[in-house]
């Protein structure tokens, strides 16, 4: 069966320091991949999605970036995070050119102070 | 411009009674739409879908409408459990899994036992 994990559940940073959460996929192979984020208070903003290795389509201008350096691993970084930053972030796959029910991870509850 | 709205921000239902979620989206290339539990600090999980050559798709407890002419949806919880408090988020998907899921912004679900 697929799995999707997520890590760090938890991370409290200052502003202007970097940061990168990482995402990777189990139990399938070609996964689209996505990163979210869930304001307070607010829905979920797609933030990057991925149709596969070192291809990224990025949905909202901002200090995010994100890279696909392995087929079942996603990777969001920030050179200087902003308090605005803060959020809960949700790392997700689909089946690729199939329906789209996305699965997501646990998430990463993420405080800029 | 939002294409899929969720206009109840939060419903509350009593144990035992039916709990329906309404859900309005604007772009008529959608042809596939999902709904999303949510608990508090975690990922969201799948409830239930609906392809649009559909009106009408059930799971349990659980049965999600689709009025395409009048470009709404709605998910209906019978009976209501307590366990089903959550935000719920409806999602919607053009060109059968090549673009992202657009998301509502969530209704909180309070069941009252």
């Known amino acids: 069966s697929q799995t999707i994990h997520q890590w760090p559940a938890t991370l409290v940073q200052p502003v202007g320091s970097p940061l990168s959460l990482e995402c990777t996929v189990e139990g399938t192979s070609n996964p689209n991949l996505y990163w979210y984020r869930q304001a307070a208070g607010r829905g979920l903003q797609l933030l990057f999605y991925?149709?596969?290795?070192?291809?990224i389509s990025s949905e909202v201008p901002q200090n995010l970036s994100a890279s696909r350096p392995q087929d079942r691993q996603f990777i969001l970084s920030s050179k200087k995070l902003l308090l605005s930053d803060s959020g809960f972030y949700l790392c997700a796959w689909s089946v690729r050119r199939s329906t789209d029910t996305q699965y997501f991870g646990p998430g990463t509850r993420l405080t800029v102070l | 411009d939002q294409q899929v709205k969720q206009n109840s921000p939060s419903l509350s239902v009593q144990e035992g009674r039916i709990s329906i979620l309404n859900c309005d989206y604007t772009n008529s290339m959608f042809d596939y739409f999902l709904w999303y539990k949510k608990y508090p600090a975690e990922g969201p999980t799948f409830l239930i879908s609906?392809?649009?050559?559909?009106d009408k798709n059930e799971d349990g407890r659980f049965t999600v409408f689709l009025n395409k002419s009048a470009k709404h949806l709605s998910l209906h919880i019978v009976p209501s459990q307590p366990g089903d408090s959550a935000v719920y988020f409806c999602?919607?998907?053009?060109?059968?899994?090549?673009?992202?899921?657009?998301f509502g912004k969530g209704t909180r679900l309070s069941v009252i036992a």
């Open positions: 991925s149709v596969g290795i070192g291809q």
């Open positions: 609906i392809s649009s050559i559909k």
């Open positions: 999602a919607a998907s053009a060109n059968s899994g090549n673009t992202p899921l657009v």
